[in-house]
């Protein structure tokens, strides 16, 4: 918001101000400034006179200040910046079980930060579920699985607070998620480069439900599966496939099913779902998948 930059405002910055500048100039686009520098002239003696102005920079963050020493005391130019809110937001989306992991770049002039979240793009209805932070990132325990979420964050101070960031949208896992190397997918890697698979599940309200756990890839050298040694075996149609697992969901995180450099040139797409307890692949299964291409 741009409000514009008024004498009374002066009167309030700095106990070291003495009388308020005389311009009233330019726009200023938030409440909360930063004072960055003091400058003072390099042959300056006490009860010099500093011309009493206000200049603001055009895009209205940055605003030089005259002002009068107190007293006996030397004049001075004041350099006050907006403080800025952090840029770099990002937020785990289908990783975390139990959470989503909000992390951000350092702001300058920052002592906290402030994480807010809501359930739309819309920051009048966001709530504040974060204050006092020291770190770049917040883990966020509360969100309820499979439902997406806003997250802002605001730069903090002595001063006050910053206005919001940009977004980002987080959500907590609900059901199966197969990652290649921590990404979603698709993903394109050079051959010989490692690749680590890892499956994640989340039950939530589903815990102990018995199922089929399967862990399938296809390849461009036919199917595979992942059996109950978890050794990749091949098989000829679904049908030959076996389950990795029998028994009650229960919570997974980021289990690793393969840890390679060796897959020859091609598009490898790996499954990992859950269905029915019955030793078969049923229609109804509830799945994941991710596609790696390895480059030749
Ligand atoms: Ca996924
Ligand atoms: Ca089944």
């Given at each position: 918001m741009k409000t514009k930059l008024l004498l009374t405002w002066l009167c309030v910055?700095?106990?070291?101000?003495?009388m308020g500048a005389s311009a009233e100039r330019g726009l200023i686009s938030a409440d909360v400034l930063i004072e960055q520098a003091k400058l003072i002239a390099a042959d300056g003696v006490p009860l010099d006179v500093f011309g009493c102005a206000v200049a603001v920079s055009s895009d209205g963050d940055t605003a030089v200040i005259g002002a009068r020493g107190v007293n006996t005391n030397q004049g001075a130019a004041y350099v006050f910046e907006v403080m800025q809110s952090p840029a770099g937001i990002a937020a785990t989306y289908d990783f975390y079980i139990d959470r989503v992991r909000v992390s951000w770049n350092a702001a300058s002039g920052a002592t906290g930060y402030e994480v807010w979240r809501g359930a739309s793009n819309d920051t009048s209805q966001a709530?504040?579920?974060?204050?006092?932070?020291?770190?770049?990132n917040y883990d966020d325990m509360a969100a309820t699985a499979g439902t997406p979420y806003y997250y802002w964050i605001k730069t903090t101070n002595a001063g006050g607070a910053s206005a919001f960031s940009e977004y980002a949208i987080g959500q907590v896992l609900f059901g199966p998620d197969v990652r290649l190397n921590g990404a979603a997918g698709p993903v394109t890697l050079a051959e010989g480069s490692d690749l680590v698979v890892t499956v994640s599940m989340n039950p939530a309200t589903y815990a102990g439900y018995p199922v089929d756990w399967w862990v399938v890839a296809s390849s461009p050298a036919g199917l595979y599966y992942l059996n109950s040694g978890m050794v990749w075996t091949p098989a000829?149609?679904?049908?030959?496939c076996l389950p990795v697992y029998q028994g009650g969901l229960f919570g997974l995180q980021s289990a690793v099913v393969l840890d390679t450099t060796g897959l020859p040139a091609g598009i490898y797409t790996f499954y990992f779902g859950v269905d029915t307890l019955n030793g078969i692949l049923d229609p109804d299964v509830i799945y994941d998948s991710a596609t790696v291409t390895i480059a030749p």
């Open positions: 910055v700095g106990s070291s101000i003495y709530t504040r579920i974060g204050t006092g932070i020291s770190g770049t000829s149609a679904l049908d030959d």
